[in-house]
């Protein structure tokens, strides 16, 4: 059975904390995600990941950053907490390249920062 | 110009009917198109993909694709109450994975 965990489904931090959010995902795929769900908005990709220690920028990139040190685990970071990246927060993982190949998705975090 | 777009919803639709959802994309290089469904509290999970100009079915979905209008749609038929969900239209292009801002879609008994 397929698996990708985030490591909180829930977390509340203060403005100007840095603030880690972990993905780890056990089908050995290359490629890794980082969105966040807004309302109205949909999946506004963050951040992707091809291969360890590789990372491009999605849309949304201002204000975070990633880390891929191991081909299992992608972690999203926020440097500085601000309230506006109050969100559902959702890491994806699939196999790299090939046509219609499905990207599974973590529980998501729901992150409030006050 | 955003990547996808979809029609704006929501959309209510009655129990038995057809349900149409809608897609544009902006990215001409696009491989891969999905539809993903997302219920209330849940992650997406994927519907359908598609890839090649035309139609492609699968039970009662049937995912159609344009490359040249750039549109990809969803058809639902004999629509459920348990189809009720938002639907999120994606495409791949290289090794990013593009989302629509998803349709909600209500299915009235």
């Known amino acids: 059975d397929v698996k990708v965990t985030q490591s909180s489904r829930y977390l509340v931090k203060r403005t100007g904390e840095k603030v880690f959010l972990e993905c780890v995902q056990d089908?050995?795929?290359?490629?890794m995600f980082w969105y966040r769900q807004d309302p109205g908005l949909g999946l506004r990709l963050i951040y992707f990941?091809?291969?360890?220690?590789?990372?491009e920028k999605g849309d949304i990139p201002e204000g975070y950053s990633v880390s891929r040190e191991k081909k299992e685990r992608f972690s999203l970071i926020l440097e500085s907490a601000s309230t506006n990246q109050t969100s559902m927060y959702l890491c994806?993982?699939?196999?790299?390249?090939?046509?219609?190949?499905?990207?599974?998705f973590g529980q998501g975090t729901r992150l409030t920062v006050v | 110009q955003k990547e996808v777009e979809q029609n704006s919803g929501p959309l209510s639709v009655p129990e038995g009917a057809i349900a149409s959802l809608n897609c544009t994309y902006s990215?001409?290089?696009?491989?891969?198109f999905f539809w993903y469904r997302q219920y209330s509290g849940k992650s997406p999970e994927l519907i359908m993909f598609i890839y090649s100009n035309g139609d492609k079915e699968d039970g009662r979905f049937t995912a159609q694709l344009n490359k040249a209008s750039q549109y990809v749609s969803l058809l639902i038929r004999d629509s459920q109450p348990s189809d009720s969900a938002t639907y999120l239209c994606a495409f791949q292009g290289a090794q990013k994975l593009v989302f629509g801002q998803g349709t909600r879609l209500t299915i009235n008994p």
């Open positions: 990215d001409r290089g696009s491989q891969s």
């Open positions: 990941s091809y291969d360890v220690k590789m990372k």
């Open positions: 994806a993982s699939k196999i790299r390249g090939g046509w219609g190949t499905e990207a599974f």
């Open positions: 089908m050995d795929h290359e490629n």
